[in-house]
């Protein structure tokens, strides 16, 4: 068989695996395969205690992108904003050799005005948290922190499954809110309650997220250049934790309609969890919410006026060349 009569043939199969995989993985299958798949693989990282970074995060893409879409385009649209993320996280890192006064009381005081005197963070671990004794619920907040760079990254994967330019929009704005957390923790590095405990200057705060998560992580020998960064123990406000999954949120509403209202539950939880996991203030997860909804807003008005401004464009362009040909002088 000729080198060229293969290669027709390698295209014939490729193109009926294509149909094939079109005809399987059309809507709500799709949604459930990927939502299967990554239940799977964060599985698999939690039993044998590897940490979800965004660098392995793309290397399980591209697996799943072999089943369900093009691995060459998924490594094209992924590998940059990939390589962005990670940047930021070294970024991250470097803020605290920038910067030697760190920000303390007014965190501390915000919250205190606005809960009468107290601090959340002491008043949710006294009823609910006891020292040494892990809880369920313990269990399941840490997860819900954990899920930090997963959630937004597993949403894009859908939306860069259905609809290219609705996972572009989503990116952007990720990018966008992640380096705006950067700045603001170059500019205003803040102090955690846990570390403001350890300190003296508050009561006693349990980091009830690093005990939960020492059941989970333990390292782990799968590849990954997340642990070359070192992290930012005062990049407390704002809190992109609270963030990211209020962005998702906003994501669904606007692509997916009313009937994503109950994914307001899982934002909860997560807001709930990074105060009593004792890593944030309240008024951190308020700044997060604030620059999320801010990023949102910003990002998709400067999208539609790129839009209209190329709409504008191609309508003079088509007006040009249509008296150009009627013979009109322009």
Known sequence: MSIKATYNKLIKYLKKINRIRHKIFRGSNLYF??????????????YFGWWISPDRFIFFGLILALIVANPFRFLKDWAPLVFLLLGYEFLR????????????????????????????????????????QLHFYDFIFTILYMMHFALPLIFGFYLWTKKRERFRHFMVALLVLSYLGFITYLLYPAMPPWMAAEKGIIPQVYNIFNAGAAEFFRGGSFPSVYWMFSPNPVAAMPSLHAAYPTLVFLYLLKYF??????????????????????????????????????????????????????????NTETKNKEKVESGVEI
Not at 261 to 272: C, K, P, R
């Open 33 to 46: 395969f990927i939502f299967l798949y990554f239940s799977v693989i964060m599985g698999i990282m939690f």
């Open 93 to 132: 890192g470097l803020a605290p050799m920038l910067h030697t006064k760190v920000n303390i009381y007014p965190l501390i005081n915000a919250d205190k005005f606005m809960f009468g005197g107290h601090i959340p963070t002491i008043e949710l671990q006294k009823w609910l948290y006891i020292p040494g």
């Open 257 to 314: 309609g009313k009937k994503m209202w109950w994914f307001i539950i899982y934002v909860f939880g997560v807001w709930f969890a990074i105060i009593y996991l004792g890593h944030h203030y309240v008024i951190d997860a308020v700044i997060g919410i604030l620059y999320a909804v801010v990023t949102f807003y910003t990002v998709e008005y400067l999208f539609a006026w790129r839009a209209k401004k190329q709409t504008e464009i191609q």
